[in-house]
């Protein structure tokens, strides 16, 4: 394998990271690289699912769009996933568009290939099984969250997530797509980051989040982050016999 440093290490993506030595070989030349910038669309309501894509540090948003309403986020993808689950599933459009959050690198595999891909005998198929399995407990936490957690609390959460999935303390964040994936209006998340940055658990200016005290945040965060990490935790552990 090349080893060039200017390369991302598409490996740091959990699913890809999991794969044998011997099958990530196999898949590599069917992956390709590519920067996703914010806002850039993955796939769209309605129109075919062209391609799943592995997050390697970019953040990707799954978003339902209610007639007359603004759209909000239902799900997020990081490194620690795939989006484009309704491909691996058997059908090929999704009701909800996907895209970028974060901008960073992502590595995607045309649907087409990752069938052909998904036949031959290797740990692909049940690593996705169980990344399907992590992402209906991501979404039925969400839920409850959604109904049952202060604004504040979930926008610990969610930030704590999103330092996870970028690897940093900091990132790139607009009031507007913080609004959208807490599903409040953007007046209610300048006051929420606003206790937080008092209480000194982060800096937001211009859009550019930092943690300053990631254990604060934690504490500040509801126990989704806590339910949702030991489920992708999951995915690291083979299944038992
Ligand atoms: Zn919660």
Redesign the pocket.
């Known amino acids: 394998m090349p080893n060039d440093n200017t390369a991302p290490d598409l490996r740091r993506n959990l699913l890809l990271g999991l794969l044998p030595d011997e099958e990530f070989r196999r898949l590599e030349p069917l992956l390709e690289v590519v920067p996703l910038d914010v806002r850039d669309g993955l796939y769209e309501a309605g129109k075919t699912i062209e391609h799943v894509w592995f997050p390697v540090d970019a953040v990707l948003s799954v978003i339902a769009t209610v007639e007359g309403e603004a759209a909000i986020e239902v799900a997020t993808v990081g490194f620690e996933g795939m989006s484009g689950l309704p491909a691996f599933l058997g059908t090929t459009e999704s009701p909800h568009d996907c895209y970028c959050q974060i901008a960073g690198t992502t590595a995607r595999l045309a649907t087409g290939d990752l069938r052909r891909f998904l036949t031959s005998d290797g740990a692909l198929h049940d690593l996705l099984h169980r990344y399907t399995q992590a992402t209906m407990v991501q979404l039925s936490?969400?839920v409850?969250?959604?109904r049952?957690?202060t604004t504040e609390?979930?926008c610990a959460?969610w930030l704590l997530q999103t330092r996870d999935r970028v690897g940093s303390d900091e990132f790139t964040l607009t009031q507007e797509f913080l609004a959208q994936m807490l599903g409040v209006r953007r007046g209610t998340v300048s006051l929420t980051a606003g206790v937080l940055q008092q209480a000194g658990v982060i800096r937001y200016t211009r859009g550019r989040i930092t943690v300053v005290d990631g254990a604060a945040l934690h504490e500040a965060?509801?126990?989704?982050?806590d339910v949702v990490q030991a489920e992708y935790r999951r995915l690291t552990a083979a299944p038992e016999a």
């Open positions: 936490q969400n409850a969250c959604n049952l957690h609390e979930r959460r965060a509801c126990e989704c982050y």
